[in-house]
């Protein structure tokens, strides 16, 4: 099977501009989450998706949003872009329903904003 | 907010010494997991250890658990450079999957192996 996916890798993007960030879990996984990791903060959750809906939530901005479509990909976005939103956006997906088991993470999308 | 804490935060052994990183939590759990991650890339799944578990293996990896300090160990023996990583514990909470948190992680150990 192939891994999770990530799209783009690398990006820069000015304060203020907005950004969409791909991630196409592994084929069968209908839970997506997303983690942003900073050398300051370390990895913090974002938000899951699971069916379509969000089913978990962290403790980030309403700046910070996500979707899934029904093919369990999904799109986080960030609007009004802040030079604290530079970060690693690691994006996971996992097989199960319920509870919290294994993660299975893609590479990641490195966003610099200038 | 950060549940898991890793120590210590680097470590720097021989190849095929043996490498024990622990990782200490604050709130009830379900189970804590340990990833690996290598220099800024995508997080590995290592291992998961259950609440009601005190000791689980795979190959050179060895996990303890003990809730009633609410810590982990890993123990990875006979490191080889490719160890060269920084690891995370990962923790739930009983609650989670109904508008939690979500999986927490600590801050990690560095780990770099001399050849």
């Known amino acids: 099977k192939a891994g999770v996916t990530q799209t783009p890798r690398y990006l820069i993007k000015t304060r203020g501009q907005q950004v969409t960030l791909s991630c196409s879990p592994i084929?069968?996984?209908?839970?997506v989450s997303w983690y942003q990791q900073t050398p300051g903060q370390g990895l913090q959750f974002l938000f899951e998706?699971?069916?379509?809906?969000?089913?978990n939530k962290g403790n980030f901005p309403g700046r910070f949003s996500g979707r899934q479509f029904s093919n369990s990909r999904s799109e986080m976005n960030v609007s009004t872009l802040e030079l604290g939103d530079s970060a690693l956006y690691l994006c996971?997906?996992?097989?199960?329903?319920?509870?919290?088991?294994?993660?299975?993470f893609g590479p990641g999308t490195r966003l610099t904003v200038t | 907010s950060q549940q898991g804490e890793e120590d210590p935060q680097a470590l720097s052994i021989q190849e095929g010494e043996n490498a024990t990183m622990n990782c200490s939590y604050k709130?009830?759990?379900?189970?804590l997991q340990w990833y690996r991650q290598n220099s800024g890339r995508g997080l590995v799944h290592l291992i998961l250890?259950?609440?009601?578990?005190r000791e689980k293996h795979s190959g050179r990896l060895r996990v303890t658990l003990d809730t009633s300090k609410k810590s982990s160990s890993l123990l990875i023996t006979a490191s080889r450079a490719a160890d060269t990583a920084s690891y995370f514990c990962?923790?739930?909470?009983?609650?989670?999957?109904?508008?939690?948190?979500?999986?927490?992680f600590g801050k990690g150990t560095h780990l770099i192996i001399q050849p």
């Open positions: 998706y699971f069916s379509e809906t969000q089913r």
């Open positions: 990962a923790t739930d909470a009983p609650d989670s999957g109904g508008g939690a948190d979500g999986l927490t």
């Open positions: 250890i259950r609440s009601n578990e």
């Open positions: 996971a997906s996992s097989l199960d329903a319920t509870g919290w088991y294994e993660q299975y």
């Open positions: 709130t009830s759990i379900n189970n």
């Open positions: 084929s069968g996984h209908r839970s």
